[in-house]
């Protein structure tokens, strides 16, 4: 099986910044894709950052600019530095990882709140 911890979350007032972190354990041979999605109450779950084995990244287009995702070299674990927060921001914020087989596992989340 494998294990993701996240952490770094919190409340910030619009304008501020949070660094949230992953980190994948278990069955995991090598290097694997990792992805930080998000989901605010009401809505659905939306992929904000993904990181390739390679180190190779891509965005959603609204937090594009805004929260560089990046990984410590040989190892899954994960940054995502989230910059110039605002109110629709917030959300809960889960990491993922795909394995050798192709399957996904989910961190359990981390609460980010942006106060206007």
């Known amino acids: 099986q494998v294990q993701l911890v996240e952490s770094g979350g919190g409340l910030v007032q619009a304008g501020g910044s949070l660094r949230l972190s992953c980190a994948a354990s278990?069955?995991?041979?090598?290097?694997?894709?990792m992805a930080w999605y998000r989901q605010a109450p009401g809505k659905q779950r939306e992929l904000v950052a993904q990181?390739?084995?390679?180190?190779?990244?891509t965005y959603a287009d609204s937090v594009k600019g805004r929260f560089p995702m990046s990984r410590d070299s040989a190892k899954n674990l994960v940054y995502l530095n989230l910059n110039d927060l605002q109110p629709e921001d917030t959300a809960v914020y889960y990491c993922?990882?795909?394995?050798?087989?192709?399957?996904?596992?989910w961190g359990q989340g981390t609460q980010v709140t942006v106060s206007s």
């Open positions: 990181i390739s084995s390679t180190g190779d990244t």
């Open positions: 993922a990882i795909r394995d050798q087989w192709s399957r996904d596992y």
């Open positions: 278990g069955s995991i041979r090598g290097i694997r894709p």
